[in-house]
């Protein structure tokens, strides 16, 4: 029998790991090789004059009854990866695997499958189209950043040299594509609320509290946006509970993070419902992504965790990292709300993904892992976060199929 961590050690298991890998923006830099993309130029395959509607068949749409979190990965070397990690100037050190040495790059080759219907296939040109005029921001930690870099690199390709640019500007990493007049952002704020870790550059790891009554140093960022894309999770893993306040007088003390994680949803939804406007912004919500640390979970009898795993779990899978308590909290929080908030339920089939992650091919506080930390995966492994291209891709091309469902009911 191999021994299983309680659910408290699980909980504090899972931080360690992200502690080292959670990459300061500060740290980021921009890999500045001025490849040329070979793959995705769809310029040449599009006219721009025969205008938006015409690009996409009208079968190609999902249907309001269709799960579409509810499939299986299919192998799909033709048509996968949607980009190249050499041809993405914006891909950070964090996830180009490859370049870091992984061995084997199968897992740009999977495509997510819905059981009961087909996603469309994403075209740049569209979701430019979509959100031509448009501000769109990722806000969250780390997973989401890979989001947002996700959905730089499928859309790069189809703008020209000189009329884009990414800039840093913390908390903020901005994407801006001059012709289309479109902003695509990533804002740093791992627990959503305020905390003492919303310094983007600098911010403090293992100490952790958090304001759970208040979202006010970040609204100023988030007013007006017109798609906003939320998640957060991983960092109110740590421990079963969190040094936190709430209300006056104003005291700090510990509370369940179940606890915690609910009041502080309540606080977002609360600031949603007062300012969020529904018929001019859409609101999006991320599910929480999840962790390969323990092989047993997948493989029992074994005691290692997602590193040298070269292939997709064949389902049916859930791993205990991913917990349903904080799930069960969304829906209520979700359910509750008077405006729309869209739930990309990207849990499931990211839990089939143990071969996706960046393992030992990554690297640690802004630098690559050395050839020791190499040869040493129990340790250095991280199973947090995903290659690029990879699995952030797949909940982009679900985040694009929900925007042109409702371009098309317009
Ligand atoms: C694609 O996958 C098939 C089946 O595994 C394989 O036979 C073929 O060589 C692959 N093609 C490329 C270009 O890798
Ligand atoms: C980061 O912040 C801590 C305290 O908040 C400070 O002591 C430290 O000097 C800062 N580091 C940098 C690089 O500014
Ligand atoms: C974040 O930390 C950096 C480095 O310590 C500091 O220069 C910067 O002013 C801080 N930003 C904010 C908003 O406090
Ligand atoms: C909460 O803060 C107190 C005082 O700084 C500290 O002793 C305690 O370990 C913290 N609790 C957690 C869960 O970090
Ligand atoms: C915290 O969680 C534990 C176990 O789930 C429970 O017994 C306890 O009552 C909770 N405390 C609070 C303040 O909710
Ligand atoms: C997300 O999907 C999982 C199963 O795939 C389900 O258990 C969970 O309840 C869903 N979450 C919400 C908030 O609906
Ligand atoms: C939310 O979306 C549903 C389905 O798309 C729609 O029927 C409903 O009217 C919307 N509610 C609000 C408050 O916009």
Known sequence: MKPRPSPDRQIQALFPFALGSILVLGGVRLVLDNLRSRHGNVNGIFDRRMGPRMFVPEGDRIKDECNVFEGRWIWDNVSYPLYREESCPYLVKQVTCLKNGRPDSYYQNWRWQPSGCNLPRFHPLMMLEMLRGKRIMFVGDSLQRAQFDSLVCLLQ?????????????PPRKIFKIEDYDISIEYYWAPFIVESISDNATNHTVRKRMVRLDSV???????????????????????????????GTPFIVREYNVTTAY?????????????????QT???????????????????????????????????????TGSNLEIMGILHDVLKGLKINVTLLNITQLSEYRKDAHTSVFTERKGKLLTKEQKADPKRFADCIHWC?????????????????????NK
Request: a neutral charge; hydrophobic letters at 40%; aromatic letters at 18%.
């Open 281 to 319: 912004q859409k609101v999006f919500f991320m599910s929480m992504s999840p962790t390969h640390l323990w092989s047993w979970e997948w493989k029992p009898g074994s005691n290692e965790n997602c590193f040298s795993e070269s292939h997709p779990i064949e389902g049916p899978y859930w791993g």
């Open 216 to 246: 006010a140093s970040h609204t100023k960022y988030w007013n007006g946006v017109d798609v906003l894309v939320f998640e957060s999770y991983v960092w109110w893993m740590y421990k079963p509970v969190i040094n936190a306040s709430y």
């Open 157 to 169: 390709s189809a703008i020209p040299q000189g009329r884009k640019s990414l800039k840093r500007i």
């Open 388 to 408: 690029l291209p990879g699995v952030p891709d797949a909940w982009n091309e679900i985040l694009y199929a929900y925007l042109l469902k409702d371009y098309q």
């Open 262 to 278: 609910r009041l502080a949803l309540e606080t977002w939804a609360n600031w949603l419902e007062a300012n969020i406007n529904p």
